[in-house]
């Protein structure tokens, strides 16, 4: 009997042995799933920590694009009211410039008597104020490449804006008198090209204080080439309508030959961001005569030496053009200003 027990007992054990190593074979095995489940527990985490805070940032930043798409609504708006305002006060010119030769005729439209009546409106004070703010806007995005090359502050820069467009604004206002239909002789005209000539001095003299001598020379020679990066703006369209674009590199070494040509022969006037004739419309025909001949010979200049920039004899073709048409629609804009002004005459 003892004999017989002896092996079942060691079977036992052996079994007993057995179970226990399957058991802790079952156990690491058990172990490393709960460790690999602790991991990707973990990372999902992780995961959604990650998710979260890319979340709160995107939630941040619609409440940012919001805020910022309220304020372009807002000035969409205020210059919607505004060019509403000017829109009313030229409507009520054009009543003003009508005329009827008796009650049983229709009204006839008269071109210089609306301008004398939008002349008329200008006296308002919400009318002023508008076309103010649209001129130091203008001027802002006009000068932008200035102040950011001068590392002027953004209270120095809506300063200077403002300056100038105050400027700008006030050399109008000399204007206005000759739309009176009464002093269109060339001696009025000298008189109020001396009364802006006069209005810039005193302008100068005040942005030179806010600037310093340094930085207002810059200004000066900046305001000399103002008028031509306005223009090279307009070509753009041309050379992209002709599938002959202009590449960055192209259109920055054209504008500095363009700035240099136009600094041999400075100007003293105040320069015309509109693209119209400027002062020309107050000078008699043999001086605007002489003041063309000088423009032409400057972009003879220019296109003698856009290929050194890096345009191609097409593009420079389409340079020649842009010019041309530019100085059609100066000289257009001279005729018809001097109309308006001297009653078509």
């Known amino acids: ?204 003299a005040k942005l030179k204080g806010v600037l310093g001598e340094q930085s207002f020379n810059e200004l000066t020679a900046y305001e000399q080439t103002v008028g031509d990066r306005h223009a090279l703006d307009f070509f753009d369209r041309n050379f992209q309508q002709k599938d002959q674009p202009l590449q960055q590199q192209q259109r920055d070494s054209l504008l500095n030959v363009m700035s240099e040509e136009r600094l041999k022969n400075p100007s003293s006037e105040i320069p015309d961001l509109g693209g119209g004739p400027g002062m020309a419309m107050l000078m008699t025909d043999a001086e605007a005569t002489a003041q063309q001949q000088k423009e032409e010979a400057y972009q003879a200049r220019v296109l003698s030496r856009a290929p050194q920039a890096g345009l191609t004899p097409d593009q420079v073709n389409i340079l020649q053009d842009s010019f041309k048409q530019r100085n059609e629609m100066r000289n257009m804009g001279r005729v018809m200003s001097r109309a308006f002004i001297g009653g078509g005459k």
């Open 1 to 204: 009997m003892n004999k017989l027990l002896i092996p079942i007992l060691a079977v036992l054990a052996i079994a007993g042995s057995v179970f226990g190593i399957m058991q802790m074979s079952s156990a690491d095995e058990t172990q490393r799933k709960l460790d690999a489940l602790n991991e990707k527990v973990a990372a999902n985490e992780k995961a959604l920590r990650d998710a979260l805070a890319g979340l709160a940032k995107a939630n941040d930043e619609l409440i940012s694009l919001r805020a910022r798409n309220a304020a372009l609504m807002q000035e969409r708006d205020d210059a919607k009211k505004k060019a509403q305002q000017i829109a009313a006060a030229g409507g009520e010119a054009a009543e003003a410039g009508s005329t009827a030769k008796n009650s049983g005729q229709k009204q006839q439209f008269d071109v210089r008597g609306m301008m004398q009546g939008f002349a008329k409106q200008m006296d308002k004070p919400e009318t002023r104020k508008a076309m103010t703010q649209m001129s130091e806007r203008m001027v802002s995005g006009a000068y932008a490449p200035l102040y950011k090359k001068l590392g002027i502050s953004e209270q120095d820069s809506k300063l200077i804006s403002e300056l100038l467009a105050e400027r700008n604004f006030t050399a109008l206002d000399k204007g206005r008198k000759l739309l009176d239909g009464k002093s269109t002789d060339d001696a009025s005209m000298a008189a109020v090209r001396s009364e802006v000539q006069a209005t810039k001095a005193e302008y100068d």
